[in-house]
Every structure is written in structure tokens, then in C-alpha cells.
């Protein structure tokens, strides 16, 4: 069984950059697809991107596209989104979760273990 502690939220001025973390517990880790999603106020968790067990491969929402980095270190049970270019709407907490599907995977129900989340506000 794999349990997830996200951090590195918090305030952040639009155009700036935070780099969130996940801690992974647990020996199977390294066998999983790793996946970041975001709950807005008012609205339904959506994916934000995710990478394949060996990290070779990686997919992002295109709302994200280009600004934020999705990367993992299995030999230290890491996953981390680096968030560049930050916008007002990017505004949501941010949950890790894992999937033995492949990265392309965006569905909420193939993953599993979730972190209790990191909040991530963005100002004006």
C-alpha cells in the first residue's frame, strides 16, 4: 500500500512559481504512475499531469502545458510539480495520487492512495 503527503503550497503572486512536493510511502511506489490533480472552490478535481512509473514518459492537462513540470525520484519516493507562469485560475489544492495505468490516464477513479492535499492560492 502506497500513502501520499503532498506539500510546498502556498501564496504566490500571478506570474510566480512554486514547486510542490509529494512523499511517498510504501516499496511499490516505483511501480506506479504518479498523477497531480487540482480542486478548485465550487468545482470537480481535475487532472493536472502525471508521469509513468520509470519517468520517461509524461502527460500534462493543456491548461498547464508549458508552464508546469511534472517529475519524480524513485529512489527517494518523490513526486514534484514544478508550477511556472502561475495564474489567478491555477488557484486550487493540489492532490497526488497513483495509477498502474499509463500516464495518459486522467480519469480520478484509477487512482488511488490520495494525499490529503496542499493548498495553492494565487494573487493579483
Known amino acids: 500500500q502506497v500513502q501520499l503527503v503532498e506539500s510546498g503550497g502556498g501564496l504566490v503572486q500571478a506570474g510566480g512559481s512554486l514547486r510542490l512536493s509529494c512523499a511517498a510511502s510504501?516499496?511499490?511506489?516505483?511501480?506506479?504512475?504518479a498523477g497531480w490533480f487540482r480542486q478548485a472552490p465550487g468545482k470537480e478535481r481535475e487532472f493536472v499531469a502525471a508521469i509513468s512509473w520509470s519517468g520517461d514518459n509524461t502527460y500534462y492537462a493543456d491548461s498547464v502545458k508549458g508552464r508546469f513540470t511534472i517529475s519524480r525520484d524513485n529512489a527517494k519516493n518523490m513526486v514534484y510539480l514544478q508550477m511556472n507562469g502561475l495564474e489567478l485560475q491555477d488557484t486550487a489544492v493540489y492532490y497526488c495520487a497513483v495509477s498502474p495505468r499509463p500516464p495518459t490516464t486522467m480519469v480520478l477513479h484509477a487512482y488511488h492512495s490520495w494525499g490529503q492535499g496542499t493548498q495553492v492560492t494565487v494573487s493579483s
Open positions: 510504501g516499496r511499490t511506489f516505483s511501480l506506479y504512475t
